[in-house]
Nanobody, 126 residues
Framework: QVQLVESGGGLVQAGGSLRLSCAAS????????MAWFRQGPGKEREFVAT????????FNTDSVKGRFTISKDSAKNTVYLQMNSLKPEDTAIYYC???????????????????WGQGIQVTVSS
C-alpha cells in the first residue's frame, strides 16, 4: 500500500503561482508514473500532467502547457506541480496519483493509476 499526501494548495490571485507537492509514503521499485489530476466545481476529474518515474519524461494537458510544470525528486519520493500564470478556471481540487503497474506509456486516464492522494484545494480569484 502506498499513501500519497498533497500539500501546497491555497488561495491565490489570478496571475499568481503555487507549487503543489505530493509525497509518497514509501520508496518502491515498481513505480512507473505519477500524475496530477484535478476536479473543478461541477466538473469531472480531469488529467493535468504526468511524469515517467524512470526517464523523467513529462506530458501536460493542453490547457496548462506553458504554465504548469511537473517534476520529481526520486530521493524524496515526491512529485511537484509548479503552477504559474494561474487563472480562475484552474480552481479545483488537485489530486496526485501513482501507477505501480508496469507500463512505459503516457497515462491520462484515472483508471490507469493505482493509488491516490486525498486531494488539495486550489482557488484562484479573479
Amino acid at each position: 500500500q502506498v499513501q500519497l499526501v498533497e500539500s501546497g494548495g491555497g488561495l491565490v490571485q489570478a496571475g499568481g503561482s503555487l507549487r503543489l507537492s505530493c509525497a509518497a509514503s514509501r520508496r518502491t521499485f515498481s513505480r512507473y508514473s505519477m500524475a496530477w489530476f484535478r476536479q473543478g466545481p461541477g466538473k469531472e476529474r480531469e488529467f493535468v500532467a504526468t511524469i515517467n518515474w524512470s526517464s523523467g519524461s513529462t506530458f501536460n494537458t493542453d490547457s496548462v502547457k506553458g504554465r504548469f510544470t511537473i517534476s520529481k525528486d526520486s530521493a524524496k519520493n515526491t512529485v511537484y506541480l509548479q503552477m504559474n500564470s494561474l487563472k480562475p478556471e484552474d480552481t479545483a481540487i488537485y489530486y496526485c496519483a501513482t501507477r505501480e503497474r508496469p507500463g512505459w506509456g503516457i497515462y491520462r486516464n484515472s483508471d490507469e493509476y493505482d493509488y491516490w492522494g486525498q486531494g488539495i484545494q486550489v482557488t484562484v480569484s479573479s
